[in-house]
């Protein structure tokens, strides 16, 4: 009943940066560690990846592969087994850090706050520079769905046409009265979570994408499932 939300269960985590649904398996991100929970037992944890010295900040998930940011490198972890989570390889942007990160059919993408980077990981122990955008504004955040992509910075929102990853090109863009903090795709819309609101756009037509609702709500992570959007702030 998502209108009587009721805990189910409780796993004590102290500082989490991000958190990520893969088929059952919750994957939640600390400064340190990245933890493997069994969403079907209340929680159970599975296993865990740690990194000494580690201060990880980002974390996208797809189909038993785990990318974490931490500073300017990316960690590629085989989640395939969340009883024993394993690195298959990190790679490094040249310029800035990874500030977000989006996965989406063995293609990663990452935003540096200058340039989304998108590298082919169909072979995490070897990922492969495929290209990357270069626009005139900042690109701190991104999210991407099928040959769709969205990066964020500032108050701008870009859509980009990526169905050929190696030159990604620009599509339209939007102005919004807020500064964008997180970017996440619906069907035919892309929420837009800033500092004090939440947008909604219409991107049925990616060259004039259009604010059609908006929340009072600021967002730092969305994540929309059966028709509903989840906001995280703070």
């Known amino acids: 009943r998502p ?5 189910d269960g409780l796993f004590a985590l102290a500082g989490l940066p991000d958190i990520a649904l893969d ?12 933890h ?9 944890p599975l296993g865990a990846f740690t990194l000494a010295g580690a201060d990880f900040s980002r974390l996208a998930v797809e189909a038993g592969l785990a990318a974490i940011a931490e500073g300017p490198a990316v960690h590629l972890v085989d989640v395939s087994n969340p009883a024993a989570p394993s690195a298959t390889s990190t790679l490094v942007v040249p310029v ?5 990160l989006a996965l989406a059919s063995r293609t990663l993408f990452v935003a540096t706050g200058r340039t989304v980077e998108v590298h082919d990981v169909s072979i995490p122990a070897a990922p492969v520079l495929l290209g990357a ?11 991407v769905r099928g040959d769709l992509a969205a990066t964020g910075g500032g108050s701008l929102v870009q859509l980009l046409d990526v169905s050929a990853p190696a ?14 903090q997180c970017l996440a795709f619906g069907r035919d819309i892309l929420l837009a979570g800033c500092l004090a609101t939440t ?9 004039a994408p259009a604010v059609i ?19 995280a702030s703070g």
């Not at 800035?96 to 977000?100: E, I, K, N, S």
């Not at 756009?201 to 060259?207: A, G, I, R, Y």
């Open 213 to 231: 609702g908006q929340v009072s709500a600021g967002a730092t992570d969305i994540v929309v499932a059966s028709g509903r959007a989840f906001l």
């Open 3 to 7: 209108g009587v939300p009721a805990l």
């Open 36 to 44: 493997a929970l069994d969403s079907a037992a209340t929680l159970a």
């Open 96 to 100: 800035g850090v990874a500030t977000d």
């Open 23 to 34: 088929g059952d398996v919750v994957l939640a991100l600390r400064r340190d560690a990245l």
């Open 133 to 143: 955008w270069d626009g005139p504004e900042q690109d701190d955040v991104v999210a």
């Open 167 to 180: 030159a990604p090109s620009a599509l339209g863009s939007l102005p919004l009265a807020d500064q964008v």
């Open 199 to 207: 947008f909604v756009l219409d991107v049925s037509d990616p060259m």
